[in-house]
């Protein structure tokens, strides 16, 4: 439904005047309807870059967005109707993402307001719908985001963001400002809705559990590349590009009989404007090859059990 | 055995006067800590988890706070009862303390060294002559400490600006000018929360090579229980301003007593792909403005009875020390 | 904190209370949060008094006749007394009759010369935030020439320019003030602009003029409510400034800094002919200051509950 052909996104840096940061780079993304895509990576990887991309929020310097087979590139950041009320976009920081001056039934209703005719009594009866499928009551439309907790105004933003029957929910780390307990209920309720609404997602976090537990398939993302793609139970299970294993390794699990001590990645995750030549990796990889590895840009090879890997390994 | 442990906090109660009230932030904390281990405080927002390690250094302002009763006992001598001129001896040297956000713990306008320096000084100015330090001595200590830390090309490293550093390296900044005074207690409140999961581990490690190298004790406070689960060898649970559960990591991670773990335990995606279900636990923290009588849990616990509305649980040790307050858990149910 | 479970209401039951409680609990907590500040509540009783004497002035005064300037001289230069409070001026008006008529004259001034300022500040700053590049960069530097200048001198300047007289005065005043709700409302539209709010509503593709009105504005007009009210006080400091340099209002015209300018020649014997709209200037001025102080703690502060 959804795919990304060589996205580029490059933004001038504030910091090192001159310099160009390709936030977004050379990333191709094929997303199914009816998938739910995790990007997974740390700070600097780009996903949520892609995410806005998508959105609209951010120009595209290179490559294609396709929506459905049709090419939507040049359309993405003017107010192209139809494809914004086809994908929408919960963000991150329930706490932010709600005008404290509005209250929660304007703030739900905007996305009517501007895509469809509805008004007055009809619009209070859709919005009170719609936070019935979030499971708030109707007492909420009129009070303000200050008032809420974080687990209720993450529901609000998700309602405001299924407001118009999308087919694309992009998830900029939906769950990382919620406590456990909270993160628990909105991704079982995400998960339900996923299958009810029929949505399809692009899930961002850095949260590689929560990523599992949701998505059916995954990305990983390194300083705008994407490292690893397929389907979340094999990379997971047997991670193939070095990255991937070093940050499956790096996540401690919640259980007793871990060893305190391992083998932590060496080295800081390298400056967006000074990137390494060659594999962006190779810095900090264990298995790197001198002469092969750091000698010009790695291509994606496709293997076997169908996921894509972009390391001189394979 | 009534030795004294090397660090304790016994029946902790502390309040503050706001403007809507009083807010009973924390009733009755209990928790105990050897020397050369390290203590894991977990809990979710509100749960007082920092509150309660703000004052072992007397960093609450006060009023607001007051503390009620209760005793925080470092090496036998109770802290809260420590003069002004006492605690700033045993801050940074007896007891330190690292933070969630270095940026936001380093000030922007000095270089590293220059701040490492200050703190070296002012540690050594509570001593006498003969042992303190001229500027350049404290230099090559600040080196020797960012070394210890792994922090790369330290000779270099400590003439930078914050601004010029990682997260993680300035997270190891923080940790060394921590260790400078040679503290015998870390306190680290959630010093990797803000740090990317990689760099996570390489402080994780790094304080676990503290740990058992240099015979530090080490409390860490997080809302992550697999952080925990690595790196500590006692865990406390605490929630609505009490421990509930108290164990080593075996006993909490295999065996959960309290309702509150167990929820929690199984609110967690699980990074290994077993779970299918995830429970949560649905309400609210109750208003500690006005606080229930009872086990402050009871209204979100699958398990509440009768009595846990009318009376507080009492801590029972169940077995080798695993603590639980919790009603389900009668005294009968102890272990010798 | 919202509470536990609730009981879910059909909307149609919902009545206004019910609908409005949010909004009732934010003002109630402003109210009493502004009426704990003594100072600000003394603020408040001035501007009150004074807003109340602009009102009903004409219906109370004495001699009514006398705001006008109507020359009676043999009641000149009485001191005050039972029949004259503050007592007669140079052409026997009752300088009380013209003091309290001289507030809805200086309200006047207030009002027009700080509304001119915010129907051209806020507009251009807004537009100087969310434009940015060149647009933003010619609007600033022209902001801080302005600003460069003290704000009397140019006021001088510009009625010099224009010729002494109470509208003249208003237009110069109004042209000094506008730069400062320039700066305020660009630092406020930036900082706004980036919220992750601001980009939701782009993203349900929004226009900029919709973001503008809805979603920035709003959440800007408390920075400029708290200095509105204090630039009432010094718009009237400034215009009875004008008047006194006898730029503003020219005599008989009963504004307060006109009528110190030609009191001043007849001190210290007859002090009270300028003692009067002095005190009642100072007073002014101390009030909406007051008044703006607390009403800046009150609404600037973040408003979390």
């Given at each position: 439904m959804l795919e990304t052909v060589d996205l580029d996104v490059s933004f001038a840096s504030r910091a090192h005047k001159g310099a160009k940061i390709r936030a977004v780079n050379g990333v191709s993304l094929k997303l199914e309807r009816g998938d739910a895509l995790g990007l997974v990576g740390e700070s600097g990887s780009g996903k949520t870059t892609v995410g806005r991309t998508i959105l609209g929020l951010n120009p595209v310097t290179g490559g294609r967005v396709l929506f459905d087979d049709e090419d939507i590139t040049d359309q993405l950041m003017g107010r192209n109707k139809s494809f914004r009320s086809r994908a929408q976009m919960v963000f991150q920081d329930p706490h932010s993402a709600l005008n404290p001056r509005m209250t929660i039934l304007r703030s739900v209703a905007e996305p009517l307001v501007l895509h469809t005719d509805l008004r007055g009594p009809a619009l209070r009866e859709r919005v009170a719908e719609l936070l019935e499928i979030v499971g708030l009551q109707a007492q909420f439309l009129y009070r303000f985001p200050h008032e809420l907790s974080g687990g209720q105004k993450q529901r609000v933003c998700i309602a405001r963001a299924i407001a118009l029957n999308p087919d694309l929910l992009v998830l900029d780390e939906p769950t990382s400002a919620l406590d456990v307990s909270v993160q628990a209920q909105i991704l079982e309720f995400l998960k339900s809705i996923q299958k009810r609404l029929g949505l399809t997602y692009l899930f961002i976090s850095h949260n590689l559990a929560v990523v599992r537990y949701v998505c059916n398939r995954t990305a990983v993302m390194y300083l705008g590349q994407i490292v690893e793609q397929g389907e979340t139970g094999a990379i997971f299970g047997d991670p193939k590009h070095p990255y991937t294993k070093a940050l499956l390794e790096a996540v401690p699990l919640p259980k007793s009989g871990q060893p305190r001590r391992g083998q932590p990645l060496k080295g800081d995750i390298p400056s967006p404007v000074d990137l390494p030549q060659g594999c962006f990796f190779h810095t900090r990889c264990e298995s790197s090859m001198p002469g092969i590895c750091d000698a010009g840009p790695v291509p994606v090879t496709a293997l076997e059990d169908g996921r894509l890997v972009r390391c001189r390994l394979y | 055995m009534t030795e004294q442990p090397f660090f304790a906090i016994r029946d902790y109660r502390l309040n503050f006067r706001t403007f809507d009230g009083v807010y009973q932030a924390l009733d009755g904390v209990e928790l105990e800590l050897e020397r050369g281990q390290s203590l894991g405080i977990v809990g979710e927002t509100g749960c007082g988890k920092s509150v309660t390690v703000r004052n072992i250094l007397g960093l609450l302002p006060s009023p607001p706070a007051e503390v009620v009763s209760g005793e925080i006992l470092f090496e036998g001598r109770d802290l809260l009862m420590l003069s002004k001129a006492e605690m700033q001896k045993i801050r940074g040297t007896e007891i330190a303390m690292i933070f969630q956000d270095p940026m936001t713990y380093l000030n922007p306008v000095f270089t590293v060294g220059t701040q490492m320096i200050d703190v070296i000084m002012a540690h050594r100015r509570s001593l006498d002559r003969g042992e303190r330090m001229t500027r350049k001595q404290a230099r090559e200590h600040a080196i020797e400490m960012l070394r210890r830390v792994h922090l790369p090309n330290p000779e270099r490293q400590i003439d930078a600006y914050p601004h010029q550093l990682s997260g993680g390296m300035r997270q190891r900044v923080l940790i060394a000018m921590a260790l400078s005074g040679s503290p015998k207690l870390l306190i680290a409140d959630e010093p990797t929360t803000a740090l990317d999961v990689t760099i996570q581990a390489q402080i994780l490690d790094l304080i676990a090579e503290l740990v058992d190298d240099l015979g530090l004790s080490v409390i860490l406070i997080t809302h992550d229980l697999g952080v925990v689960a690595k790196v500590c060898d006692k865990v406390a649970v605490m929630y609505a301003g009490q421990v509930v559960e108290y164990g080593t990591i075996e006993q909490l991670f295999d065996d959960p007593k309290h309702p509150y773990t167990a929820g929690l335990l199984h609110s967690i995606p699980d990074p290994e792909g077993a779970a299918t279900h995830l429970e949560g636990i649905p309400g609210f923290l109750p208003n500690l403005l006005d606080p229930p009588a009872g086990c402050r849990f009871e209204a979100r616990c699958p398990k509440a009875m009768d009595v846990c509305r009318r009376v507080r649980p009492p801590a029972l040790d169940l077995d080798g020390g695993h603590k639980v307050a919790c009603h389900v858990y009668r005294p009968e149910d102890v272990n010798a | 904190m919202a509470s536990e479970t609730e009981r879910a209401t059909p909307i149609a039951d919902l009545g206004w209370r019910e609908r409005h409680q949010s909004t009732i609990r934010q003002v109630r907590l402003t109210i009493h949060t502004f009426s704990r500040n003594t100072s600000a509540m003394l603020g408040l009783a001035i501007v009150a008094v004074f807003l109340v004497l602009a009102a009903i002035g004409p219906w109370i005064v004495p001699y009514p006749e006398d705001a006008l300037g109507s020359v009676n001289l043999d009641n000149k230069l009485l001191p005050p007394s039972a029949a004259h409070w503050f007592g007669t001026d140079e052409v026997g008006n009752d300088?009380?009759?013209?003091?309290?008529?001289?507030?809805?004259?200086?309200?006047?001034?207030?009002?027009?010369?700080?509304?001119?300022?915010?129907?051209?500040?806020?507009?251009?700053?807004?537009?100087?935030?969310?434009?940015?590049?060149?647009?933003n960069e010619a609007i600033m530097r022209l902001t801080d020439v302005f600003l460069a200048v003290p704000g009397l001198i140019l006021a001088i300047a510009i009625v010099g320019a224009l010729g002494p007289g109470i509208h003249n005065a208003m237009l110069a005043l109004s042209l000094v003030w506008w730069p400062g709700y320039v700066r305020l409302v660009q630092a406020k539209t930036l900082s706004l602009k980036n919220s992750i709010y601001v980009d939701a509503a782009r993203s349900m593709g929004a226009s900029d003029l919709r973001i503008v009105f809805v979603h920035i504005l709003p959440n800007c007009s408390s920075p400029i409510v708290v200095k509105a009210s204090m630039d009432m006080g010094m718009a009237i400091l400034g215009a009875a400034s004008l008047g006194f340099l006898g730029l503003g209002a020219q005599p008989p015209f009963p504004e307060w800094g006109a009528m110190i300018s030609v009191g001043r020649n007849y001190l210290p014997d007859w002090w009270w002919y300028s003692f009067f709209p002095g005190l009642f200037i100072f007073l002014t001025v101390l009030g909406f200051n007051l008044m703006g102080d607390g009403l800046r703690d009150v609404l600037d502060p973040r408003s979390g509950k």
């Open positions: - | - | 300088v009380f009759t013209r003091v309290i008529i001289g507030a809805r004259v200086s309200l006047q001034i207030g009002l027009i010369v700080t509304g001119i300022a915010m129907l051209i500040g806020v507009p251009l700053g807004m537009i100087a935030g969310l434009v940015g590049g060149w647009t």
